[in-house]
T-cell receptor
Framework: GNSVTQMEGPVTLSEEAFLTINCTYT??????LFWYVQYPGEGLQLLLK?????DKGSNKGFEATYRKETTSFHLEKGSVQVSDSAVYFC?????????????FGKGITLSVRP | DVKVTQSSRYLVKRTGEKVFLECVQD?????MFWYRQDPGLGLRLIYF???????EKGDIPEGYSVSREKKERFSLILESASTNQTSMYLC????????????FGPGTRLLVL
C-alpha cells in the first residue's frame, strides 16, 4: 500500500534560516506528490505539488522536487519568516480512478522565531 | 474562491449521544471527504463520497456513518459518541481526479465527555 514518512518534529528556526523538511514515500504505480500547510486555527491548504518524476513544485518561496530514484519529496525554503509557522503535511495519491484518495504523512510543526 | 464551511468550530457532547457534523462546499465539487486529525497520527480518512448518495469507507470508518443527499453537503454522523472520538474533524472537497487540489474546511474540534 501507499505510505508517507515525514521527519520527526517539531522544528524551531530563527527568521531567515534555511528550511528543509524531509518526506519519503512508498507507493504502487506512479504517484503525484503534494505538500499541504495548516496555519494556526485553519484547515489545510495546498502549498505545492508535482505530478511526475523530476518535476519541481514551487510556491511562496517553498520548493520541492519529485525524486523517483530516492522516493523523496523534500520541502525547502531559503529564508523562513515568522508567518511560515504552521504544520506541514506531505501527501501522495496514485492515479487509480476519479475517486482516488490522498495518503498523508503525520505532519510536522514548524515554529519560526523573530 | 472555493469555500468549504463546517457547521461548528467547537462542539462538546456526552458519551452515547448522536452527533452530526455538517460540511458544505460552494464550488459544485463531485468529491467530498471527512478526516480526523490527531496529534502524532496526522490525517486519517474516515469516509469519502464521489457523487450524491455515493460513499466509500476510508481507513477508519468504524463508529461513523455519512450522508450525502445533495451535492454540496456531506454529513458525518457519530451514531453513539465515545470518548475516543474526541478529535479534530476536517472536511474537504475536490473537483475531478486525484491530482487536483483538495480544499479543506476550518475543522470542528469535538470533545466527548
Amino acid at each position: 500500500g501507499n505510505s508517507v514518512t515525514q521527519m520527526e518534529g517539531p522544528v524551531t528556526l530563527s527568521e531567515e534560516a534555511f528550511l528543509t523538511i524531509n518526506c519519503t514515500y512508498t507507493a504502487t504505480g506512479y504517484p503525484s506528490l503534494f505538500w499541504y500547510v495548516q496555519y494556526p486555527g485553519e484547515g489545510l491548504q495546498l502549498l505545492l505539488k508535482a505530478t511526475k518524476a523530476d518535476d519541481k513544485g514551487s510556491n511562496k518561496g517553498f520548493e520541492a522536487t519529485y525524486r523517483k530514484e530516492t522516493t523523496s519529496f523534500h520541502l525547502e525554503k531559503g529564508s523562513v519568516q515568522v508567518s511560515d509557522s504552521a504544520v506541514y503535511f506531505c501527501a501522495l495519491t496514485t492515479v487509480t480512478g476519479a475517486n482516488s484518495k490522498l495518503t498523508f504523512g503525520k505532519g510536522i510543526t514548524l515554529s519560526v522565531r523573530p | 474562491d472555493v469555500k468549504v464551511t463546517q457547521s461548528s468550530r467547537y462542539l462538546v457532547k456526552r458519551t452515547g449521544e448522536k452527533v452530526f457534523l455538517e460540511c458544505v462546499q460552494d464550488m459544485d465539487h463531485e468529491n467530498m471527504f471527512w478526516y480526523r486529525q490527531d496529534p502524532g497520527l496526522g490525517l486519517r480518512l474516515i469516509y469519502f463520497s464521489y457523487d450524491v448518495k455515493m460513499k466509500e469507507k476510508g481507513d477508519i470508518p468504524e463508529g461513523y456513518s455519512v450522508s450525502r443527499e445533495k451535492k454540496e453537503r456531506f454529513s458525518l454522523i457519530l451514531e453513539s459518541a465515545s470518548t475516543n472520538q474526541t478529535s479534530m474533524y476536517l472536511c474537504a472537497s475536490r473537483r475531478g481526479g486525484p491530482q487536483e487540489t483538495q480544499y479543506f474546511g476550518p475543522g470542528t474540534r469535538l470533545l466527548v465527555l
